[in-house]
């Protein structure tokens, strides 16, 4: 290749670069530009994670044959165990889906007091004096009312101890029971949504 054709490539590849760069300038000035910021410090596009908050499930009432009656939350099932026999005018567990009940039974005996309770309260259930035991694992609320023991047991955490509660407190009874199982129990037990009870 001649000196001349040296001359002239080179002038063309100069001439390339150059118009290269000044374009180059040129397109990047159009783009808007984004001021560099720390991961830290940027603002998140993502929505943020929802927080689960506690659900206020339809509190149910629950109406027993035996005569009384009480509150519990929506998220619980009633099971009525009570046995064929002499003693029990009723057996009633509360159950969550991982299988803890809160037992609730009327029968004719004597209160039966867990050893390693302690009464730590007296209260009402449904107007009758109640004593509240608690321990390690359970909390039991009794109460006897013409030889007939009233007796609420649940586990000892802090989600059953609300139920317990819940349950203690809106405990009434109003046909009565008596004594010895002498008057047959009306067959039939109800649960009602609490906007649906009528007095």
């Known amino acids: 290749m001649s000196k001349r054709g040296w001359i002239i490539a080179g002038i063309i ?10 374009a180059t300038y ?3 000035g159009s783009r808007q530009k984004t001021p560099l910021v720390s991961p830290e410090n940027k603002a998140s596009t993502l929505a943020p994670l929802a927080v689960p908050t506690a659900v206020a499930l339809a509190e149910k009432v629950y109406e027993d044959g035996a005569g009384f ?3 519990y939350p929506g998220d619980l099932t009633v099971s009525d165990q009570t046995p ?3 003693v ?10 991982s299988g803890e009940t809160t037992r609730i039974r009327v029968k004719d005996k004597e209160k039966e007091v867990p050893p390693d309770s302690k009464s730590s309260k007296t209260l009402t259930l449904g107007g009758m004096k ?12 009794l109460a006897i009312n013409q030889n007939i023991l009233y007796e609420i047991v649940s586990p ?7 139920v317990h509660q819940a349950v203690v407190e809106s ?3 109003g046909t009565a029971v008596t004594g010895n199982n002498q008057n047959p129990v009306p067959a039939g037990n109800t649960t009602y949504e609490a906007e649906e009870v009528v007095e």
């Open 130 to 141: 109640a004593e509240y035991y608690e321990s390690p694992v359970k909390l039991t609320t």
């Open 69 to 71: 009656s009480f509150s």
């Open 84 to 86: 064929d026999d002499s």
């Open 156 to 162: 000892n955490t802090a989600y059953w101890k609300k």
């Open 26 to 28: 040129f397109i990047s």
């Open 13 to 22: 590849v100069l001439t390339s670069a150059i118009g290269f760069a000044v």
């Open 88 to 97: 029990h005018y009723s057996l009633v567990y509360l159950k969550n889906q």
């Open 171 to 173: 405990f009434s009874t």
